[in-house]
């Protein structure tokens, strides 16, 4: 499969503190998940991959395009698809109207062939039969896939989701899992999370990214193989974990270095991603019912 996104040594800096400290990513066709906790740089690296943010050095090409280049830029915005955290519907326009405002953005400007392109989306992400309620009327899953329709229009070849699955209940994740899959089939999706469930479902790559920088790229199978042999179980909790907490059957389960006879198990990407993060990942970490 082709790399549709290169990025090498991107900056980003806000005053002194740099959101991204030379980060590289680079993507294909299928779903890459970004994890990574809160102020790893995410949405900067998500902004600046949908042009809305122009990085400060380091190099980034996407479709064969320079986005400093203003045709480029052009070219990339016609082809790329973009859900922010807050998509800004505004709440008094309909579920239709706020995807046909969008589509008119996107310089859809026939209104025929416009009109069907917004039926299209919104029945893909099965909001037809809503499509004359108002914005506000939605419930918080509706809203989301409300952003994913838009992000579809024009079927971009580039989709930029920052964090679509926050606030949606277990039901609604699983419906918009199924929706980020599908749309993963032929074109390039970067899906930011810090869900490790989201990444085992529906990434075909994951990023592991950390103070701005990317600390793991690969599948997902090869990150739960970074904590082969660094996963146990005890009755007691192991100080000397990165990670602990006490599961339901009433065991501890751990992460980081092992104990001479210590019953191993196998790896998850959780396991992984806390193994990554260092000491800190253990922080505010509770029993586990």
Same mark, same amino acid.
């Given at each position: 499969?082709?790399?549709?996104?290169?990025?090498?040594?991107?900056?980003?800096?806000? =005053?002194? !503190? %740099?959101?991204?400290?030379?980060?590289?990513?680079?993507?294909?066709?299928?779903?890459? &998940?970004?994890?990574? *906790?809160?102020?790893?740089?995410?949405?900067?690296?998500?902004?600046?991959?949908?042009?809305?943010?122009? /990085?400060?050095?380091?190099?980034?090409?996407?479709?064969? !395009?320079?986005?400093? #280049?203003?045709?480029?830029?052009?070219?990339?915005?016609?082809?790329?698809?973009?859900?922010?955290?807050?998509?800004?519907?505004?709440?008094?326009?309909?579920?239709?109207?706020?995807?046909?405002?969008?589509?008119?953005?996107?310089?859809?400007?026939?209104?025929?062939?416009?009109?069907?392109?917004? %039926?299209?989306?919104?029945?893909?992400?099965?909001? /037809? #039969?809503?499509?004359?309620?108002?914005?506000?009327?939605?419930?918080? =899953?509706?809203? !989301?896939?409300?952003?994913?329709?838009?992000?579809?229009? &024009?079927?971009?070849?580039?989709?930029?989701?920052?964090?679509?699955?926050?606030?949606?209940? *277990?039901?609604?994740?699983?419906?918009?899992?199924?929706?980020?899959? #599908?749309?993963?089939?032929?074109?390039?999706?970067?899906?930011?999370?810090?869900?490790?469930?989201?990444?085992?479902?529906?990434?075909?790559?994951?990023?592991?990214?950390?103070? &701005?920088?990317?600390?793991?790229?690969?599948? *997902?199978?090869?990150?739960?193989?970074? +904590?082969? =042999? %660094?996963?146990?179980?005890? #009755?007691?909790?192991?100080?000397?974990?990165?990670? +602990?907490?006490?599961?339901?059957? &009433?065991?501890?389960?751990?992460?980081?270095?092992?104990?001479?006879? +210590?019953?191993?198990?196998?790896?998850?990407?959780?396991?992984?991603?806390?193994?990554?993060?260092?000491?800190?990942?253990?922080?505010?970490?509770?029993?586990?019912?």
């Amino acid at each position: 499969m082709n790399t549709t996104i290169h990025a090498t040594g991107l900056v980003k800096a806000y =005053g002194r !503190q %740099r959101a991204l400290d030379g980060l590289d990513l680079h993507a294909r066709t299928g779903v890459t &998940g970004l994890l990574g *906790p809160n102020g790893a740089g995410k949405t900067t690296l998500l902004r600046v991959l949908a042009t809305v943010l122009p /990085a400060d050095a380091g190099g980034l090409r996407m479709l064969d !395009q320079d986005p400093r #280049d203003p045709a480029g830029r052009r070219h990339i915005r016609r082809r790329l698809g973009y859900l922010p955290q807050d998509a800004g519907f505004h709440r008094g326009f309909t579920a239709f109207e706020a995807v046909d405002y969008i589509a008119v953005l996107k310089e859809h400007t026939a209104a025929r062939a416009r009109h069907d392109e917004v %039926r299209r989306v919104l029945d893909l992400v099965g909001l /037809a #039969d809503v499509a004359t309620k108002k914005v506000r009327a939605l419930s918080g =899953g509706m809203r !989301q896939r409300l952003g994913l329709a838009q992000a579809l229009l &024009g079927r971009p070849e580039v989709l930029v989701l920052d964090e679509p699955t926050v606030g949606l209940d *277990p039901e609604q994740r699983m419906r918009f899992r199924d929706l980020v899959s #599908d749309a993963g089939r032929g074109r390039t999706v970067i899906l930011s999370t810090h869900q490790t469930e989201d990444v085992a479902a529906v990434c075909t790559d994951v990023v592991v990214v950390k103070g &701005g920088r990317s600390l793991f790229t690969g599948t *997902p199978a090869e990150l739960a193989e970074v +904590a082969t =042999g %660094r996963v146990w179980v005890d #009755d007691a909790r192991d100080p000397r974990a990165v990670a +602990a907490w006490r599961v339901g059957a &009433g065991h501890y389960h751990h992460v980081g270095d092992p104990p001479a006879g +210590a019953e191993l198990i196998a790896p998850s990407i959780e396991d992984a991603y806390l193994l990554l993060l260092g000491p800190q990942a253990g922080e505010g970490m509770g029993e586990v019912a």
